[in-house]
């Protein structure tokens, strides 16, 4: 079956708690079930589920992964990455009064931080205007996290309108920062030929770079695509190693 357009309600409530109280798939009031992986869309049956997956996936990865205290970062994130969470954890965790002092001061992180807190209602009021506008701002401001999550919105063109260059631009930005997400979602254009020229060997090296960083879908694509998943970067370690060893003898 096919999914209706998902419709995006006025007011704060936002599709958030419209996912609550709707299929995602119909657009039914009262689904029965929530997705397992990020509990916020909610379906009527397994079936319409399915049906909505392709759709939700992205989102699905984006509201799963949403850092915690107790999971420890993946092996392969860049310190600088691993910083911006470790930031966002802060702030996200910390006084409201004292987070949106540090975004109106122009903290990307705290911004980001925001962000989540407004859309999940994190220690806040649930607001998805306000959530929408510190998503934007952490952007601007080259949070990697705010790019791609603004760049999805953007490509998906369902709560935002479409608008495909700007999303690949905000892509670009984030993965040159090491965010295996961004390189992800990049891979994924170049497969398809959304908004570029289809290019598998680029959509590979995207891939890769995210699956160097342990992302676990990233090491699928691979695979899919024929093209077994290297870690690089201990490729690299070791034969820096070797090198060492060798001078030293």
């Not at 090491?219 to 034969?239: E, H, I, Y």
Request: net charge positive.
């Amino acid at each position: 079956m096919a999914c209706v357009p998902r419709p995006v309600p006025e007011g704060n409530a936002g599709f958030i708690e419209y996912y609550r109280s709707h299929c995602a798939c119909c657009d039914a009031q009262g689904p029965r079930f929530a997705c397992s992986r990020c509990s916020k869309a909610h379906y009527c049956n397994a079936e319409h589920q399915t049906a909505d997956w392709p759709r939700h996936k992205g989102e699905c990865k984006r509201w799963a992964q949403i850092p915690r205290p107790e999971v420890l970062p993946p092996p392969g994130l860049p310190a600088n990455i691993i910083a911006q969470h470790e930031a966002v954890l802060k702030w996200r965790e910390g006084s409201l009064d004292e987070t949106l002092t540090a975004a109106e001061g122009g903290n990307a992180d705290a911004q980001f931080a925001l962000h989540q807190r407004f859309l999940f209602g994190m220690g806040a009021p649930k607001d998805f205007r306000k959530a929408m506008v510190y998503l934007r701002k952490a952007s601007d401001k080259g949070q990697a996290s705010a790019q791609t999550n603004l760049a999805a919105y953007l490509k998906d063109g369902e709560v935002v309108p479409k608008n495909l260059n700007e999303a690949l631009r905000l892509f670009m930005l984030a993965a040159g920062q090491g965010l295996p997400d961004a390189q992800y979602e990049l891979g994924i254009i170049y497969e398809n030929g959304q908004g570029v020229d289809k290019n598998i060997e680029e959509a590979i090296r995207y891939y890769r770079l995210a699956a160097n960083a342990d992302d676990e879908e990233a090491k699928a694509a691979l695979a899919r695509l024929g093209r077994p998943f290297v870690n690089t970067r201990d490729r690299s370690r070791t034969r820096k190693r070797k090198q060492r060893k060798t001078r030293k003898n």
